[in-house]
């Protein structure tokens, strides 16, 4: 699905392939398993990646951590860590490479699926901030219906997590009226929903 492009890399095949079933269930699209860095790095080249689901703990310790700094630096893709590691040092490592979020192990697929659209959230709203988000204009040229004055205020909250309420009170709307921007939003985006929409945002900026 489109902007919905998920790498997964975890060298524990039954978790990786629970994983990626989850995952696609939820309406994501896993473009591969990778069970190493060298794995991953083949995918990220090979294939049209929005985010990466990373475990640190991969066929030595801390090479998930060495990865994350190689897509940070070659790729600048959000990513999120999935680790059975909570100790001070790891979490340490972690702030280092700038992750988007950062899992321990059990986890429910419902905190994954929250954890990778608050990442395509944050990721985005950075991306803003870096002053490298291009204006409505700019951004309609790739679409074949262009957004709305109002459905770029909307998705601009959107993109900086706001929820339909806090939406319509900061454009003094209401709640059914964001409703109705965002439907006709996901429209020309052609997606269905918000993390939909965050994660295509994203490909069209790496464009």
């Known amino acids: 699905m489109t902007g919905r492009h998920v790498l997964v890399v975890e060298d524990e095949p039954i978790v990786a392939e629970d994983i990626s079933q989850s995952l696609e269930?939820?309406?994501?699209?896993?473009?591969g398993i990778a069970y190493c860095?060298?794995?991953?790095?083949?995918?990220?080249?090979?294939?049209?990646?929005?985010?990466?689901?990373?475990?640190?703990?991969?066929n030595r310790p801390m090479e998930g951590i060495e990865?994350?700094?190689?897509?940070?630096?070659?790729?600048?893709?959000?990513?999120?860590?999935l680790t059975?590691?909570?100790?001070?040092?790891?979490?340490?490592?972690?702030?280092?490479?700038?992750?988007?979020?950062?899992?321990?192990?059990?986890?429910?697929?419902?905190?994954?699926f929250i954890a990778l659209e608050m990442a395509l959230s944050h990721f985005l709203r950075l991306r803003k901030e870096e002053k490298t988000?291009?204006?409505?204009?700019?951004?309609?040229?790739?679409?074949?219906e262009p957004?709305?004055?109002?459905?770029?205020?909307?998705?601009?909250?959107?993109?900086?997590?706001?929820?339909?309420?806090?939406?319509?009170?900061?454009?003094f709307v209401s709640v059914n009226t964001v409703k109705t921007h965002l439907s006709k939003l996901y429209m020309k985006l052609g997606v269905d929903s918000r993390s939909q929409a965050l994660a295509h945002v994203n490909k069209l900026l790496r464009e």
Do not use: C
Request: net charge negative; hydrophobic share 45%.
């Open 25 to 31: 269930e939820a309406g994501f699209k896993v473009v």
């Open 37 to 58: 860095s060298e794995e991953a790095l083949a995918l990220l080249r090979e294939e049209t990646v929005d985010i990466a689901v990373l475990d640190i703990t991969l």
């Open 67 to 81: 990865l994350a700094h190689q897509i940070k630096e070659e790729y600048n893709i959000p990513f999120i860590f």
């Open 84 to 112: 059975a590691l909570s100790d001070q040092s790891t979490l340490e490592a972690v702030k280092e490479t700038l992750a988007m979020g950062y899992l321990v192990k059990p986890f429910k697929p419902a905190d994954l």
């Open 133 to 144: 988000f291009p204006d409505r204009e700019i951004f309609n040229r790739d679409l074949l």
């Open 147 to 171: 957004i709305s004055k109002r459905e770029w205020e909307v998705l601009l909250r959107l993109m900086d997590g706001d929820g339909n309420k806090e939406i319509a009170d900061h454009l």
